[in-house]
């Protein structure tokens, strides 16, 4: 055991500041065994989400040291022990209280999305669908929805004004998911363009590299989705026709 | 005191967990007015853990398989002490709720033509788990929780409910609290689906999280239902050991199932030495034999680690007394050499991943330490089997908060099948039940106004407890006392703790407002935890046999005349708990021919 000095921000939406616990830490402990200790002893009234401590419920995300990581899932021994600790909530979304961030846009964003929407079974009533083809879609539904994704992306982290127009990397997984289920039936490419505002998005990766799940969010979801957003758009045939025609190659891109 | 929103339902769903986003869909299906109430955020309930599968007799690997081979395993996987209808409805109505899964946007792992590929895992006879990796749970939440968004039915998330409210006996409602604001909600609702899940959180190593308070048994309990095989506890063998802050973590039966073995640290595999006559004629002999298993069913026999967890839970508490443990007080689990690291890594990829992170251990080079945890709790709310009704008018009980299904031991894969199988079946008759009622049963401010009190009572308390210093007493008193193995001066001990922390948690403070304070929705959370660690060490006293997950050393054999009776915990008038022993029902001649056949 070691006495170390965490310094966790505590406070709401009206302001607050970091505020210094000394907590004896144990061989292994992680920053969410820290924050509880001080929680159970020093502080029961602080604010803190989580649930099941090992990384697989996406509950409690939080900037550590300035890095968007899961609490459950970040050792201790990764940081200096002569150096304070600090932990922080997520930046991108409105502060409730100390730990703990208004995620709810992310609820509200679900609710627009189209569902699933399968073919018709086999005739025996079953559906078949083999590994290779769902490998990619099983990488998108690893996401546990910690939401590190949305908070690093900097069309919104930077640009609060960019939420209503634009859903986030998390989203696009999201979407990307049923693009390409196998057995979806249902076209998003509308949406995905104009209300996810997939164009927004300038391929800096900071998602992918947040990703506790290791999704590769950029490469994987959302360059297919914006080609696919070019493909409705920009019909070649319809290109040729229109050129062959005489008509400006540009007009087409506005049709659907 | 301050005022409150009212809402008015048709269902109230409390928790969205498997079973309750389930109910929530069959009740909404049906066309009532539906809502869901949750603790935490909608997507992160305690069925995110669920690593293994789901128990379905879809027969995809093992054509042999149907659903009278699952029903006779989970009999006797629970000591025949199951509701044998429940057993018979869950084993019938499994498959259609997994391949509904799947048509609602689940995708399972496939066998190489295309369908659901299913794994071995502890007591089932057959490859019988429909999975995805090891993180079948997070898939079956997900596709939950996007149909439950598809159908529009309203969430109230990270509100915990407090009480029932009841009418002239039957339900009227619930009282709430948002956690973000600590602010009072109530529902008007002609019927309640309790679907919380369990108790852990009332034992110090567990596999549960923060939310395992117990709140739907002790709702229940409080409106006046039966809580039965509360004895009935599963310590799961295989939790994380190493290092101390992630001791009970799960570590998933599915590393056996996919060929893990135990070892202890003379490298024996010492579950052949733990081969209870009741399985003998089913459990490979000899380690050839079990590693043929995997490949040849029909000629080879279970390898014994695929036990059912009691049995192997008992097994390793017995070889870390005997001084034949790993170095942290565990045995040792084997993947690294019965598989090659691409396919643990497919396979196994949050285990890979949990121990690399959390205990420097790479699982695909060196063998992980486990042990027992706390992980489930067989007993619950005694329901209807074929509507799961309670007790009580209007209040209805699916998933782990219900008992009945599982016996004296759950098999592992039965859970997530039990959340979907009853979890609809809750939703549906409370559903038919709400429309059924001529009309709304009314709520009475004045009661409104005593639960609030009690509520922000701690508040109000100078200089009272740390009710985190309570929780941690209680968690100590379960694991020290109420245990895997118990004895009767020990379970008598236990009570009188018991009863001691119950009069200190009247007396708890607590710092700071009513903005998501954790320390005050733990202040209410107590009355829930000590209300069902009382069921427990009094339903464990009482039954004097060790049986499934239930063992005495002071009584360590099955008694067949303790066979006859469940045991029933409910509240006298004085709100304290009284048992009654339960006759249980003979089993028709159909049925046990199905137990019957080899």
């Known amino acids: 055991m070691a006495l170390r000095t965490i310094s966790i921000y505590r406070g709401d939406s009206g302001g607050g500041r970091f505020v210094d616990f000394q907590v004896d830490v144990e061989e292994g402990n992680v920053v969410l065994d820290v924050v509880l200790k001080v929680q159970a002893e020093q502080a029961p009234d602080l604010a803190v989400r989580w649930n099941c401590k090992a990384g697989r419920c996406g509950s409690c995300s939080a900037e550590i040291n300035g890095h968007p990581r899961l609490m459950c899932m970040t050792r201790m021994s990764m940081f200096p022990a002569d150096r304070p600790v600090y932990v922080a909530p997520l930046k991108t979304f409105p502060l409730v209280k100390d730990l703990v961030t208004d995620v709810s846009l992310n609820y509200q964003i679900a609710k627009t999305i189209p569902p699933f929407q399968p073919r018709p079974p086999d005739p025996d009533g079953l559906y078949r669908m083999s590994q290779e083809d769902v490998d990619r879609v099983q990488e998108f539904r690893r996401c546990i929805e910690c939401f590190l994704c949305q908070n690093v992306c900097h069309v919104i982290r930077d640009h609060p004004e960019n939420k209503a127009r634009f859903y986030g990397p998390r989203w696009f997984v999201r979407l990307a998911e049923l693009e390409m289920h196998p057995l979806d039936t249902a076209d998003r490419r509308q949406l995905i363009r104009e209300m996810a505002g997939v164009g927004f998005c300038n391929v800096t990766k900071c998602c992918t590299e947040v990703c506790p799940e290791h999704i590769k969010i950029t490469d994987n979801a959302i360059i297919p989705l914006k080609e696919r957003v070019v493909d409705l758009y920009f019909d070649p045939l319809r290109w040729l026709a229109d050129r062959l025609k005489g008509k400006r190659p540009g007009a087409v891109g506005a049709q659907q | 005191m301050p005022g409150y929103e009212v809402h008015e339902y048709d269902v109230l769903v409390v928790g969205a967990g498997g079973a309750g986003l389930r109910a929530a869909i069959a009740a909404a299906e049906e066309g009532a007015r539906t809502a869901v109430v949750c603790k935490s955020l909608l997507g992160k309930a305690h069925t995110v853990m669920a690593e293994g599968g789901i128990a ?368 609809r079946r809750a939703g549906l008759h409370a559903a038919r039940y709400a429309a059924s009622l001529a009309q709304v049963p009314s709520i009475s401010g004045d009661e409104i106004e005593e639960i609030a009190n009690e509520m922000y009572a701690p508040f109000h308390c100078a200089d009272g407890e740390n009710p985190f210093s309570i929780q941690k007493e209680l968690q100590e008193t379960m694991q020290d006392l109420v245990g895997i193995v118990r004895t009767g001066d020990e379970l008598k001990e236990a009570l009188r703790r018991i009863q001691a922390l119950k009069e200190r948690a009247q007396r708890v403070s607590v710092p700071g407002n009513q903005q998501y304070n954790p320390g005050w929705h733990l202040a209410m959370d107590l009355r829930s935890l000590l209300t069902v660690a009382e069921g427990i060490a009094l339903s464990a006293l009482e039954r004097k046999e060790s049986r499934g997950a239930h063992t005495r050393e002071d009584y360590p054999k099955e008694d067949p005349e303790q066979a006859k009776f469940n045991l029933v915990v409910r509240r006298n008038s004085d709100g304290e708990p009284v048992l009654e022993k339960v006759p249980r029902p003979e089993l028709p001649e159909e049925v046990r021919k199905i137990l019957e056949e080899a």
């Open chain 2, 56 to 423: 379905a007799a879809l027969g995809t690997v093992d054509p042999d398989d149907n659903w009278r081979v699952h029903f006779r395993d989970t009999m006797r996987g629970g000591k025949l002490m199951n509701d044998w209808r429940m057993a018979m409805i869950h084993a019938q109505e499994a498959p259609e709720r997994v391949l509904e899964l799947e048509r609602w946007g689940a995708v399972f792992d496939r066998t190489r033509d295309g369908r659901i590929l299913q794994r071995p895992f502890g007591g089932h006879r057959y490859s019988r788990l429909a999975h995805v990796g090891d993180r079948t749970g997070l898939e079956m939440i997900r596709t939950l929780q996007q149909k439950a968004v598809a159908l529009g039915i309203d969430v109230f998330m990270e509100t915990t409910v407090s009480r029932i409210l009841t009418d002239a006996g039957r339900v009227a409602g619930a009282v709430a609290y948002r956690r973000e604001s600590g602010e009072l909600l109530v529902f008007r609702a002609r019927a309640v689906v309790l679907a919380t899940g369990g108790v852990g959180k009332c034992y110090k190593i567990t596999s549960n999280s923060w939310e395992y308070t117990g709140d739907g048994h002790s709702l229940a309990y409080w409106a006046g239902a039966d809580l039965m095989d509360m004895e009935f506890v599963q310590f799961h063998p295989t939790g994380m050991v190493w290092p101390p802050s992630v001791r009970g973590i799960l570590v998933t039966e599915g590393v056996r199932g996919e060929g893990g073995v135990l070892l202890n640290n003379k490298g024996e595999r010492f579950m052949f030495n733990y081969i209870p006559e009741y399985y003998r004629a089913e459990t490979a002999e000899s380690v050839d034999e079990a590693d043929r298993w995997y490949t040849d069913k029909r000629n080879n026999r279970r390898p014994p680690e695929l036990l059912p967890r009691d049995v192997v839970a008992r097994a390793i508490n017995s070889e870390i007394k005997a001084g034949r443990g790993s170095p942290h007080g565990g045995v040792f689990l084997d993947i690294a050499t019965r598989m090659g690291r691409e396919q643990i890594l497919r396979k196994l990829p949050g285990m890979y991943e949990q121990f690399l992170r959390l205990a420097d251990v790479d699982i695909t080079k060196e063998p992980m330490e486990v042990g027992p945890t706390m992980h489930y709790i067989m007993g619950g709310v005694r329901v209807d089997a074929e509507t799961a009704a309670t007790t009580v008018p209007g209040l209805y009980a699916a998933g782990e908060v219900a008992a009945g299904l599982h016996g004296a031991n759950r098999l592992g894969g039965n859970s997530l099948s039990d959340l979907l199988v009853f979890g």
